[in-house]
T-cell receptor, first 111, second 111 residues
Framework: NAGVTQTPKFRILKIGQSMTLQCTQDMNHNYMYWYRQDPGMGLKLIYYSVGAGITDKGEVPNGYNVSRSTTEDFPLRLELAAPSQTSVYFC??????????FGSGTRLTVV | DAKTTQPTSMDCAEGRAANLPCNHSTISGNEYVYWYRQIHSQGPQYIIHGLKNNETNEMASLIITEDRKSSTLILPHATLRDTAVYYCIVRVRSNDYKLSFGAGTTVTVRA
């Protein structure tokens, strides 16, 4: 049972480049979330999904896009990367009781 | 969602019980108390949650006062691996189950 798998683990992007952060879960959870965590700070919700085909914005959605075509996958797209998007990105999934399972994170640096 | 107040940091001795307080004086009747922890550089880990009764699982115990205005997470026999940031979150179990992570308590377990 792999849980929540995030790829890549590390990435360096140049300003203006784009990339997709992958997130896959094998627990058949309907609920999935993307958070970012800046150094020394708490987690902020970027986007979330309550099921395939349904997504909604969190606290800090600007500069990001998501899609949810399957229950398992919830990719996060960064368009036109900016230094302010340097952060650690965590994906999480849950079955609806508030008990999330988090992935190990993607550490992104934009230079 | 009700606001929570936690101490910024606390130390405890290895092998002793660690009692982590959380104040949530504005909690409403349908809000649950959730606890998560984040070990350095890892994704947050769900610990426990409860509504009004005390709860126990293999990781910890959650004690909620009768008026529900505060709670205590108890790690019965703290180990060095319990060193982490602990988050107390109060949330209504709604149909999106978004959780907001504050600053938490940095717990350091010392040998």
């Amino acid at each position: 049972n792999a849980g929540v798998t995030q790829t890549p683990k590390f990435r360096i992007l140049k300003i203006g480049q784009s990339m997709t952060l992958q997130c896959t879960q094998d627990m058949n959870h309907n609920y999935m979330y993307w958070y970012r965590q800046d150094p020394g700070m708490g987690l902020k919700l970027i986007y979330y999904s309550v099921g395939a085909g349904i997504t909604d914005k969190g606290e800090v959605p600007n500069g990001y896009n998501v899609s949810r075509s399957t229950t398992e996958d919830f990719p996060l797209r960064l368009e036109l990367a900016a230094p302010s998007q340097t952060s650690v990105y965590f994906c999480a999934s849950g079955r609806g009781d508030g008990g999330y399972t988090f992935g190990s994170g993607t550490r992104l640096t934009v230079v | 969602d009700a606001k929570t107040t936690q101490p910024t940091s606390m130390d405890c001795a290895e092998g002793r019980a660690a009692n982590l307080p959380c104040n949530h004086s504005t909690i409403s009747g349908n809000e649950y108390v959730y606890w998560y922890r984040q070990i350095h550089s890892q994704g947050p880990q769900y610990i426990i949650h409860g509504l009004k009764n005390n709860e126990t699982n293999e990781m910890a115990s959650l004690i909620i006062t009768e008026d529900r205005k505060s709670s205590t997470l108890i790690l019965p026999h703290a180990t060095l691996r319990d060193t982490a940031v602990y988050y107390c979150i109060v949330r209504v179990r709604s149909n999106d189950y978004k959780l907001s992570f504050g600053a938490g308590t940095t717990v350091t377990v010392r040998a």
